[in-house]
C-alpha cells in the first residue's frame, strides 16, 4: 500500500471569516450547455497550491469559517433594498439587515425588527399590505407601518375583504378589524362540539318522571325557553356574537380559508385523534442533562401510520348554515387504483384478490416545497379553487366548489400509477374564469391554463413545453405574465423565465448557468437572485428586467474564496438501461496522469428525490470539501444523479416505483464503467458512500451487487422501509400491509446475508428521521449472519442532520480510513 500522510490540524490560513465587504472570485462557466451534456471525456482539474494541502478537521470545523450566508431575503416595499438576515459568528442566533441597493448593509436594532415590512399580502391595488410578525398582524398604509393586534394567542391566517377590512383567524375564530381605527369584530365562531339540542327526557324512567312531576316538567320547559330566548336575541341584536358553527366532536380544524367578501369560509376537518407520533415508539436519549434516559416520542413508521383524509364543510355566514362537500364530483373518487398491487401480492400469499369500488380517502395536498394554501379564493369574487389528493397517492385533483350546492367541479386530474409528486403543485387564478396550473401529465411539470372554471367545461392549454422541469410561477399583477424558473438547456442549470398568459415563446431573462431561486421586486421591475455556482455558495444578486445581475451581498469568507477549489465537471454517462444518461460530477486527482489507474468513491446524496449533478454549490457542501480532498489524495470522486433524482421529469423519478435499489445500482455500474473509460479508474478499486437514501443505496450495492465495489460507508441509513415514515415511503412503495413484495425487494435487511466487502455504519442516537434502530436491526442481522466485515460508529447525541464539529470529524475521518484500507 502506497505510504499517506493526511494532516489532521486546523490551516490557520482558513481560520478568517470575511465580512460582506470582501470580494468574491468568479468562477467560469461553460458557454455551451449542450457540449457539457454531451461530453464523453473530461478536462484536467487546475492545479491546486501544494502550500495549502487540505485537512479533514478543517473541512469539518463550525461551518462559520466558509462565512456566514444570508437567509430569509426579500424586497422591502419600495423595491429600493433587500432585507435578510444572517447568523452570527459562533451562535446559532441570527441578526436582520437591511441592504439597499445602491449602498452598503445596514444591521438593525432590536427594536426595529417589528418596524419592518415583512413578506405578506397586497389588497387588489396593491396600495396596502398586511403580513404577520411573532403571531401578530401588521399592515403598511401609504408606507405607514401599523400594528393591528397584540394577542397572547397566535393568528393562524389572515386577508384582505373587498370591503377594506382585514379579517384574520386561529384555530377556532375569524374576527376583521377595519384599518382606519374601527373595533374589531367576531365574524364567524367554530365550535368542536355538537349543536346543542332542546332537553328533553331521556329513557323510560326520564319519561315518567317527566309525566308525573309537575316540578321536574317545569324544569325542561324553563330550559328551553332561555335556549330559545338566546337564539332569538343574538339573530335580533347585532351587539350579541353569532351562534357558532357547531362541527362535531370527533375532529379537529386542519385548514381554514376565508372567501374576499367574508361571507363563506372552508373548513377542512381531520380525525381529532389522527397523528403524525407513532403509538408505540420513543427515541431513548442517554444525554438527557437530568442524567436520566428521556423517552422522546417520535413519528410513526408506515408500516403503523393510518393517515386520515379530511372533510370539507363550507360555511355561509350570512346565514348561519353550513354545507358538506362531496367528494363524488372526482373521477376515480372510488377506484381501486392499487387493484393490480392487491392481486400481486395476493397471489403471492396463494390468495384470491377480488376488486371492489370504495370511497377514498381524500385530502388538500401537501407539498412540500411551498408555503401556499392548497385552497384558493380568487382575490375580488367568491371562487374557489383546490387542489386535492389521495391518500394512496395516485391522484391529483384541481377541482372549483360550487359553494352553495356543496360539490366539487373537477378542473383537472392528474393521475400516475406510480405516485404524484410532492412537488409542482403550484396553482392560482389568473381571472375569475381561468385557472393557471403546474403538472407533470407531459412527463415533466410544466405550466398550465384552464380556461371555464367552475362550469365543468372549457380547455387546458401549455404554456411551456419541452425537456425541462418548471417551478415556481408567479403571477404579475397585470395578469399578462408568469414568471418561473426550469432548466431547459441543461438539467443542472437553471434560469429565470416569462411567458404571456395570452401565449406565446417563453422569453430567458437570466444567463447565470448554475443554481438560483427568484423573488419578483413589488414594482415588478428587478429580480432578486439567490445564486450558486459549483465553487461558490449562495449570494444575492439584483438584476433589472432586460438587464445583468448584479452581485449584492459578498459573505462567504476571503479563506474560503482564495482556496483554489476543483470544480467538479458535469458529465452525461451513457445508461445500458435506458436512452437519458445519468449525469453526474467528477472530481480528477491531482497531477492527474490517463497513464495510470486511479482508486475511485461513488458518493450517493441522500433523499432519493434530490439533484446533486449541477452547477450550483452542492447543499452537501462538506462533501464538496471532501472530494477535493479525496482528489488531492489521488482519488477520481462521482457523485451520480441516479434514476429517481430530481430535475429529470416524472419517469426518472418514478423509476424505482416498487423497486427500490436496483435501478439505482445499475447507475453506479454504468458509472464505474465510464470511469474506467474515461478517468482512468481501476474497477477493481472503486468504493462508495452516502447518508440517508445515500446510505441505503450503500447497503444495497453491496448486499446485491458485491462485486462493484470494495467497501461502503452507511450514514444515518435506512435499513428496512417499513420502519421509515409514511409521508415518503408510501409514495414509492406504498403500504406494508397491502405490498409487502415491495418493502421485501427493497429493504436491505432483506439482503444482508449478499454482503462480502468491509461496510461502516454509522448513526446519530438522536435521529428522529431514521431511526437509530434502523442500523441495531441490520447490525443483529448481519451479527446472526456471522459476516465478520463490518463495524459500527454511533454518536449519542446526533440528530439526522449532524450539528457537532467533532462529530462530523470522527465520521469522515473513519470513512477516509476505511478507503484508504480497501483501496490502497
Known amino acids: 500500500m502506497k505510504t499517506r500522510l493526511l494532516a489532521f490540524g486546523l490551516s490557520t490560513a482558513l481560520l ?36 495549502q494541502p487540505l485537512t479533514l478537521k478543517q473541512i469539518m470545523a463550525d461551518p462559520d469559517w466558509m462565512g456566514r450566508g444570508v437567509s430569509q431575503a426579500y424586497w422591502s416595499d419600495d423595491s429600493a433594498s433587500v432585507l435578510y438576515a444572517r447568523k452570527r459568528s459562533g451562535s446559532p442566533l441570527a441578526d436582520r439587515y437591511r441592504h439597499a441597493l445602491d449602498g452598503a448593509p445596514e444591521k438593525l436594532a432590536l427594536a426595529q425588527w417589528s418596524a ?24 403598511s398604509v401609504a408606507g405607514e407601518i401599523r400594528q393591528l393586534t397584540q394577542d397572547i394567542e397566535a393568528i393562524r391566517g389572515f386577508r384582505f375583504l373587498n370591503d377594506g377590512r382585514i379579517a384574520f383567524w386561529r384555530e377556532h375564530a375569524v374576527e ?3 384599518l382606519d381605527g374601527g373595533q374589531r369584530r367576531l365574524l364567524a365562531q367554530l365550535s368542536m362540539n355538537n349543536a346543542p339540542k332542546a332537553q328533553a327526557p331521556e329513557g323510560y324512567l326520564a319519561t315518567e318522571q317527566r309525566k308525573l312531576s309537575q316540578y321536574v316538567d317545569m324544569g325542561y320547559r324553563h330550559a328551553n325557553e332561555k335556549q330559545a330566548l338566546r337564539t332569538a336575541r343574538i ?11 357547531y362541527l362535531g366532536e370527533a375532529e379537529r380544524v386542519s385548514e381554514l380559508s376565508l372567501s374576499p367578501s367574508g361571507r363563506y369560509l372552508l373548513v377542512a376537518l381531520t380525525d381529532k385523534d389522527a397523528s403524525w407520533r407513532g403509538e408505540h415508539d420513543i427515541m431513548p436519549n442517554y444525554l438527557d442533562p437530568r442524567g436520566y434516559v428521556d423517552a422522546v416520542k417520535v413519528r410513526a413508521r408506515v408500516a403503523e401510520a393510518k393517515p386520515a383524509g379530511q372533510r370539507f364543510v363550507v360555511l355561509d355566514v350570512e346565514k348561519g348554515t353550513q354545507a358538506a ?17 392487491k392481486r400481486e401480492n395476493a397471489e403471492a400469499r396463494g390468495e384470491t384478490y377480488v376488486s371492489e369500488k370504495a370511497v377514498r380517502d381524500i385530502r388538500l395536498i401537501q407539498d412540500w416545497t411551498w408555503s401556499q394554501s392548497a385552497a384558493q379564493w380568487h382575490e375580488q369574487e367568491d371562487k374557489l379553487a383546490l387542489m386535492l389528493e389521495s391518500i394512496d397517492n395516485k391522484d391529483r385533483w384541481l377541482a372549483t366548489v360550487d359553494l352553495a350546492k356543496g360539490k366539487l367541479v373537477t378542473e383537472h386530474r392528474l393521475h400516475d400509477m406510480a405516485w404524484i409528486n410532492y412537488t409542482y403543485n403550484d396553482f392560482g387564478w389568473l381571472d375569475a374564469d381561468t385557472l393557471y396550473f403546474l403538472s407533470e401529465q407531459s412527463g415533466y411539470s410544466q405550466l398550465y391554463l384552464k380556461s371555464g372554471a367552475g362550469t365543468g367545461q372549457g380547455k387546458v392549454r401549455a404554456l411551456t413545453t419541452g425537456q425541462q422541469v418548471v417551478s415556481t410561477p408567479v403571477l404579475s399583477a397585470d395578469k399578462r405574465h408568469l414568471y418561473y424558473k426550469a432548466n431547459p438547456h441543461h438539467p443542472g442549470q437553471y434560469e429565470v423565465f416569462r411567458v404571456a398568459t395570452a401565449g406565446g415563446e417563453p422569453e430567458q431573462l437570466t444567463d447565470l448557468k448554475g443554481m438560483l431561486t427568484f423573488q419578483l421586486s413589488p414594482d415588478e421591475s428587478k429580480l432578486l437572485l439567490e445564486y450558486s455556482s459549483r465553487i461558490r455558495p449562495m449570494e444575492l444578486y439584483v438584476q433589472a428586467l432586460g438587464g445583468e445581475a448584479t452581485q449584492l451581498t459578498h459573505t462567504t469568507s476571503d479563506a474560503f474564496l482564495d482556496y483554489p477549489w476543483q470544480a467538479p465537471q458535469v458529465v452525461a454517462v451513457p445508461s445500458s438501461y435506458q436512452d437519458q444518461p445519468v449525469y453526474a460530477r467528477v472530481y480528477l486527482p491531482q497531477d492527474y496522469d490517463d497513464s495510470k489507474r486511479y482508486p475511485a468513491v461513488i458518493f450517493n446524496h441522500g433523499a432519493g428525490y434530490l439533484q446533486n449533478a449541477h452547477y450550483g454549490f452542492s447543499g452537501y457542501f462538506r462533501e464538496f470539501m471532501f472530494h477535493n480532498l479525496l482528489a488531492q489524495q489521488g482519488y477520481v470522486v462521482m457523485d451520480m444523479d441516479y434514476r429517481g433524482s430530481k430535475g429529470y421529469g416524472r419517469d426518472w423519478r418514478t423509476a424505482i416505483y416498487r423497486d427500490m435499489g436496483r435501478p439505482e445500482v445499475e447507475d453506479l455500474r454504468d458509472g464505474i464503467h465510464w470511469m474506467a473509460a474515461n478517468a482512468s479508474v481501476d474497477p477493481e478499486r472503486v468504493g462508495t458512500y452516502g447518508g440517508s437514501y445515500g446510505g441505503f443505496l450503500t447497503f444495497m450495492a453491496l448486499f446485491k451487487q458485491p462485486e462493484l465495489f470494495q467497501a461502503g460507508a452507511a450514514l444515518r441509513p435506512v435499513t428496512d422501509w417499513a420502519h421509515y415514515n409514511h409521508g415518503y415511503t408510501s409514495n414509492i412503495l406504498n403500504t406494508p400491509e397491502l405490498d409487502h413484495l415491495a418493502y421485501q425487494r427493497s429493504s436491505p435487511i432483506y439482503h444482508a446475508e449478499g454482503l462480502e466487502k468491509p461496510l461502516l455504519i454509522m448513526s446519530g442516537v438522536m435521529d428522529d428521521n431514521v431511526f437509530f434502530q434502523d442500523s441495531v436491526r441490520l447490525v443483529q442481522r448481519l451479527i446472526e449472519l456471522e459476516k465478520p466485515m463490518f463495524e459500527t460508529a454511533i454518536y ?27 483501496l490502497n
Do not use: M
Open 16 to 51: 478568517g471569516c470575511a465580512g460582506v465587504g470582501s470580494v468574491a472570485k468568479t468562477e467560469s462557466v461553460p458557454t455551451s450547455p449542450a457540449t457539457a451534456s454531451s461530453a464523453s471525456t473530461i478536462a484536467l482539474p487546475a492545479p491546486i497550491a501544494a502550500s
Open 116 to 139: 419592518q415590512s415583512q413578506p405578506g399580502q397586497y389588497n387588489v391595488d396593491r396600495s396596502q399590505k398586511a403580513w404577520l410578525y411573532e403571531g401578530q398582524l401588521f399592515v
Open 176 to 178: 376583521t378589524i377595519a
Open 235 to 245: 339573530s335580533a341584536d347585532p351587539a350579541l356574537a353569532a351562534e357558532p358553527f
Open 325 to 341: 362537500v362531496t367528494v363524488e364530483g372526482l373521477p376515480g373518487y372510488d377506484e381501486d387504483v392499487l387493484a393490480s398491487v
Open 796 to 822: 449519542p447525541v446526533e440528530p439526522h442532520g449532524f450539528r457537532q464539529p467533532y462529530s462530523w470529524l470522527d465520521e469522515y475521518r473513519r470513512i477516509y480510513a476505511l478507503f484508504e484500507r480497501a
